[in-house]
């Protein structure tokens, strides 16, 4: 038996992992005890990589669909040749925007494909660049552009005194921003941060396994997060908590922002969120008094209603305290295998990625965000028709019917599709809409860099993993199957260490190299010096520099907007219990999105250890709640928006508030009878109104804290 050194790649840890090989097989995979970031941590489900890679459901060729619904065989040079001809056809009917690609949350564990994807979209001249980025969090990652950004980077988690996590459960998704707790072994590092002294204030409407190790616990009515935060940014500003010397520096239209909070009183904000008034006090004082740490969001947040006003909220609460690096401090998340930015104790200006000077969506007035369209306007974009229109869809690690809101139009908009191609592993829910999926190299079997987890990395931390088996049948990597057609098409895939080659193929490496040009350290000597595991590479440390001598941008803290969407949110109307009140829809109860450990958003259904935890998503409600519903463990629920109906299997939850259930996201296929329910759960997103009520920003529709109907079905518990 051999034993080789890697890293998991299923989910967004990537943590360090040791795998045993024994003729030429792997049989078993462990974290790597002497990485030193890992430790010898790996979840749960980067243990399964071997089921993963010998599932007998796993496509060892590229398929095609026949007119009847079937799929045979197909070499991946025919397959590609084939698909280049269609891509060809409507390029030359339609246009180049004609043709679109999405890169789910999956794609994003294999480090070429999402930039070779884009820069394929580049060559082709087609900005309809979809990911999964855009659907649960993009305001994380756009609303600060019309902020600015503090460039000596927030303050560490290993070095915080305070945090505070809003609808996130790092412990359960392995997913936390930074300053938050990182997502490798996040629950031992938040016991050590609690150990030595840290305080924890968590806001969320489930007892979570955050939440109970919290100082202070919100259990916030669901969607009601930014009226919370808008109250405690008024206590600090009120009793002047914040940091009056970095606000007189660095931050502009403080007034004006203490101004817009003035409605939002302790007291209106403790009714509406039903929170005790004197622990939204005494958050708002914890956390203010640091006087290091952050405030950070989840899905939950932002999934919920006013999802970008809510971070914009947590951004100016961590600005008015000053949570952030200074001159001479050590700049956390290096980056090493990322272009090197500078660090320095300054402002970079605001300037929004989206709008004017950005190509403009055929739907809802949203345009381009930053180099990418909102996947919430992709279904409209393929039904909308007229010039633009999106005819073909190259899917990537992503699983379109069971992540894009509104499944019954996301369905009607691929079946439309004049060409669906899926680079996937199985046939999932999407793959089996697909005229033709590409079987795809998995993790093992492939080089790559972890460079999507550089986010996180407090130190700066790299390795290169080298494939560890011989690929099985005919398969390819996802960045090889864009430039396959890119040479077929004859366009040009532009990098950041300029254009692939399109004369000969380049190996992974050389397209890896591409991509990280730039970086901290040269790719080549990463890959050299990691052989043997990850390390850190002490000469990549970053401290923050002094600013330039002529430095005189200001964070924004009130820009154009922002106090026109406060003053609507508090004009919302409220029934007497606080809650908002839709007189055409007196929901029952608001139902809330959740992770599962045990998978990776729809990845991992299919392996047998990870199913033995369970393959629903069970409807999880308080205990009294189901009580009033006459109802018990694993009866039938129906829930219900004025958009459509799902069925979940009813689970008793003593940590979730009253009034809310609480559902995993991005699971369900086809069918919606028992037996399909009990055995692949129900697909939230087909009670998601993705028209009626989105963010004018990012799109983002309300696909978390949904007012729904409950009721129990007849059909018996098992």
Same mark, same amino acid.
């Given at each position: 038996m051999q034993t080789v050194k890697s890293f998991c790649r299923f989910?967004?840890?990537?943590?360090?992992?040791?795998?045993?090989?024994?003729?030429?097989?792997?049989?078993?995979?462990?974290?790597?005890?002497?990485?030193?970031?890992?430790?010898?941590?790996?979840?749960?489900?980067?243990?399964?990589?071997?089921?993963?890679?010998?599932?007998?459901?796993?496509?060892?060729?590229?398929?095609?669909?026949?007119?009847?619904g079937s799929f045979t065989a197909i070499g991946s040079e025919a397959a590609l040749d084939e698909i280049a001809v269609r891509l060809e056809e409507i390029r030359t009917r339609h246009g180049a925007r004609a043709i679109a690609t999405y890169c789910g949350t999956y794609g994003f564990m294999n480090s070429a494909a999402l930039p070779i994807a884009g820069g394929f979209h580049a060559g082709l001249g087609s900005p309809n660049l979809f990911t999964s980025i855009t659907i649960d969090q993009p305001a994380k990652v756009y609303t600060w552009s019309r902020v600015g950004a503090w460039l000596g980077g927030p303050h560490a988690f290993s070095q915080s005194d305070v945090t505070m996590l809003i609808g996130n459960n790092p412990l359960v998704s392995h997913y936390a921003w930074q300053g938050s707790v990182p997502p490798f072994s996040p629950s031992r590092r938040l016991r050590d941060a609690k150990a030595r002294g840290m305080r924890l204030i968590c806001v969320d409407p489930r007892r979570t396994m955050v939440a109970q190790l919290a100082d202070i616990h919100l259990q916030v009515r669901p969607g009601e997060d930014a009226v919370l935060l808008a109250a405690m940014l008024r206590v600090v500003l009120d009793e002047q908590l914040h940091d009056r010397e970095f606000c007189a520096r660095h931050v502009a239209a403080l007034d004006a922002l203490h101004a817009a909070l003035s409605p939002f009183t302790v007291a209106y904000a403790a009714h509406r969120a039903d929170v005790a008034a004197a622990d939204l006090i005494a958050a708002a004082r914890l956390f203010a008094r640091g006087p290091r740490g952050t405030a950070t969001t989840g899905t939950g947040a932002e999934m919920s209603p006013h999802g970008s006003?809510?971070?914009?909220?947590?951004?100016?609460?961590?600005?008015?305290?000053?949570?952030?690096?200074?001159?001479?401090?050590?700049?956390?998340?290096?980056?090493?295998?990322?272009?090197?930015?500078?660090?320095?104790?300054?402002?970079?200006?605001?300037?929004?990625?989206?709008?004017?000077?950005?190509?403009?969506?055929?739907?809802?007035?949203?345009?381009?965000?930053?180099?990418?369209?909102?996947?919430?306007?992709?279904?409209?974009?393929?039904?909308?028709p007229g010039p633009g229109q999106v005819r073909a869809l190259l899917c990537i690690g992503g699983n379109p019917l069971v992540a894009w809101p509104n499944q019954i139009k996301v369905e009607r908009a691929l079946r439309a599709l004049e060409l669906l191609v899926c680079v996937d592993i199985k046939l999932g829910p999407t793959a089996r809409l697909a005229h033709y999926v590409i079987a795809p190299?998995?993790?093992?079997?492939?080089?790559?860099?972890?460079?999507?987890?550089?986010?996180?990395?407090? *130190?700066?931390? !790299?390795?290169?993993?080298?494939?560890? =088996?011989?690929? /099985? @049948?005919? +398969?390819? %990597?996802?960045?090889?199957?864009?430039?396959?057609?890119?040479?077929?098409?004859?366009?040009?895939?532009?990098?950041?260490?300029?254009?692939?080659?399109?004369?000969?193929?380049?190996?992974?490496?050389?397209?890896?190299?591409?991509?990280?040009?730039?970086?901290?350290?040269?790719?080549?000597?990463?890959?050299?010096?990691?052989?043997?595991?990850?390390?850190?590479?002490?000469?990549?440390?970053?401290?923050?520099?002094?600013?330039?001598?002529?430095?005189?941008?200001?964070?924004?803290?009130?820009?154009?907007?922002?106090? *026109?969407?406060? !003053?609507?949110?508090?004009?919302?109307? =409220?029934?007497? /219990? @606080?809650? +908002?009140? %839709?007189?055409?829809?007196?929901?029952?109860?608001?139902?809330?999105?959740?992770?599962?450990?045990?998978?990776?958003?729809?990845?991992?259904?299919?392996?047998?250890?990870?199913?033995?935890?369970?393959?629903?998503?069970?409807?999880?409600?308080?205990?009294?709640?189901?009580?009033?519903?006459?109802?018990?463990?694993?009866?039938?629920?129906?829930?219900?928006?004025?958009?459509?109906?799902?069925?979940?299997?009813?689970?008793?939850?003593?940590?979730?508030?009253?009034?809310?259930?609480?559902?995993?996201?991005?699971?369900?296929?086809?069918?919606?009878?028992?037996?399909?329910?009990?055995?692949?759960?129900?697909?939230?997103?087909?009670?998601?109104?993705?028209?009626?009520?989105?963010?004018?920003?990012?799109?983002?529709?309300?696909?978390?804290?949904?007012?729904?109907?409950?009721?129990?079905?007849?059909?018996?518990?098992?």
């Open positions: 989910c967004h840890a990537n943590c360090a992992i040791e795998v045993d090989l024994e003729d030429g097989r792997a049989i078993a995979v462990r974290g790597d005890r002497d990485d030193p970031l890992f430790g010898g941590y790996t979840c749960m489900k980067g243990r399964e990589l071997p089921a993963q890679t010998y599932h007998p459901e796993r496509l060892t060729s590229s398929v095609k669909r026949q007119a009847n006003l809510t971070e914009h909220l947590v951004i100016a609460l961590n600005t008015v305290c000053g949570r952030y690096c200074r001159e001479g401090e050590i700049a956390p998340f290096p980056r090493v295998l990322s272009a090197a930015t500078p660090r320095k104790a300054q402002v970079q200006p605001a300037r929004p990625l989206w709008g004017e000077g950005f190509v403009a969506s055929r739907v809802r007035n949203l345009s381009q965000l930053g180099t990418e369209m909102p996947t919430a306007s992709a279904a409209d974009e393929i039904l909308t190299r998995v993790s093992l079997e492939r080089d790559d860099i972890a460079t999507a987890p550089e986010l996180f990395y407090e *130190e700066p931390y !790299a390795r290169y993993a080298q494939a560890v =088996l011989e690929p /099985r @049948g005919d +398969v390819i %990597d996802e960045w090889e199957f864009f430039w396959e057609l890119a040479r077929r098409l004859k366009t040009e895939i532009p990098t950041a260490g300029g254009p692939l080659p399109m004369d000969r193929k380049p190996t992974k490496f050389e397209v890896l190299e591409r991509i990280t040009h730039g970086s901290r350290v040269p790719l080549a000597r990463v890959r050299e010096e990691t052989r043997g595991g990850g390390r850190v590479f002490g000469e990549a440390t970053v401290r923050v520099a002094p600013a330039d001598a002529d430095a005189k941008d200001r964070l924004q803290l009130c820009p154009a907007g922002i106090a *026109e969407e406060l !003053a609507a949110l508090v004009s919302e109307p =409220l029934d007497a /219990r @606080g809650r +908002v009140h %839709d007189p055409h829809w007196p929901a029952t109860h608001l139902l809330i999105c959740r992770r599962t450990r045990q998978f990776f958003n729809s990845t991992g259904q299919d392996l047998e250890r990870l199913r033995a935890r369970g393959t629903t998503n069970y409807a999880h409600m308080n205990p009294e709640d189901l009580a009033s519903l006459s109802a018990r463990d694993n009866d039938l629920l129906e829930i219900s928006t004025p958009h459509a109906s799902i069925i979940g299997v009813a689970r008793a939850a003593p940590d979730l508030k009253a009034g809310v259930i609480s559902m995993a996201h991005a699971f369900g296929g086809f069918g919606s009878d028992a037996p399909a329910v009990r055995a692949h759960g129900s697909s939230t997103s087909r009670l998601v109104d993705d028209e009626s009520v989105f963010d004018p920003i990012t799109g983002a529709c309300r696909q978390s804290a949904i007012p729904v109907k409950v009721r129990r079905v007849g059909e018996p518990p098992r």
